[in-house]
């Protein structure tokens, strides 16, 4: 741990640091959100290389373009982002599965391969969760509820659209293929991340339609269950594949 700090902690901080106040300048979270990006760059950064950053750019890129997508209509439908930006229990509410998987790397190297695949599964499925909703309330002309398709109203919890839904997919896709291009994950692990990814996305509808409409989970919750959904679903697959592989 120590020679893995001493190589990468410098820089790992310097970047996360200016990662977190490009972040709060442009408005996209608070100062505690902003504080909370300085962990979960750090953590990335100390467990991948500076390259562990370049995939939560991705989300974090995807995220500031899709809320401010149709801000007017979202606000019209009383659906927008409120507030400074995300704050710190938002932020650890989308990257703390993220973190969770990657921590362990620094003091168990050897599992860098396979804890990187669930970091960024999480990675993955809170790109594809905010994308389907932001875009989705911008632009979708009509919404389903995820449980037996009755229309619902656009911005209702586990409602979902075909064009919300399609972002959300293409947002799992850029998140995986960013991760692979920049060496963070093999590419052979790509499919497995993206589809982990969309899976959380639907697993967070489905949730979002039961347990947060009647009040037993908030949306905080919801959105953390979802990515440890993603990771432990690509774990899980990652672990038996290379387990019959050998």
């Not at 991948?48 to 019209?76: C, D, E, S």
């Not at 594809?128 to 995820?146: H, L, N, P, W």
């Not at 997919?169 to 920049?182: E, H, K, P």
Request: glycine fraction near 10%.
């Amino acid at each position: 741990m120590t020679s893995l700090f001493h190589a990468r902690g410098l820089p790992a901080a310097v970047v996360a640091i200016g990662f977190a106040v490009i972040a709060r300048t442009l408005g996209a979270v608070t100062d505690g959100g902003a504080l909370m990006g300085v962990l979960v760059a750090f953590v990335l950064m100390l467990a991948a290389g500076l390259a562990g950053v370049v995939p939560l750019l991705m989300v974090f890129v995807i995220t500031v373009l899709a809320t401010r997508l149709g801000y007017a209509r979202k606000q019209q439908l009383g659906v927008a982002e409120r507030g400074p930006g995300r704050s710190a229990s938002q932020v650890l509410a989308n990257l703390g599965a993220t973190t969770l998987c990657a921590l362990p790397v620094i003091w168990f190297p050897r599992l860098t391969g396979i804890l990187l695949i669930g970091a960024m599964a999480a990675l993955a499925e809170a790109a594809a969760d905010t994308a389907s909703s932001e875009i989705g309330q911008a632009t979708a002309r009509a919404a389903y509820m995820i449980t037996d398709f009755r229309e619902a109203p656009i911005g209702t919890n586990g409602a979902i659209s075909a064009v919300g839904t399609l972002a959300g997919c293409i947002a799992a896709c850029l998140v995986a293929w960013v991760s692979a291009f920049f060496q963070v994950v093999s590419w052979n692990w790509t499919p497995l991340i993206a589809l982990a990814g969309i899976a959380g996305m639907f697993f967070d509808s489905v949730l979002g339609a039961t347990w947060e409409n009647s009040g037993k989970m908030g949306n905080d919750s919801v959105n953390f269950v979802s990515t440890v959904f993603a990771a432990e679903l690509a774990l899980t697959v990652a672990m038996v594949t290379q387990r019959v592989g050998k």
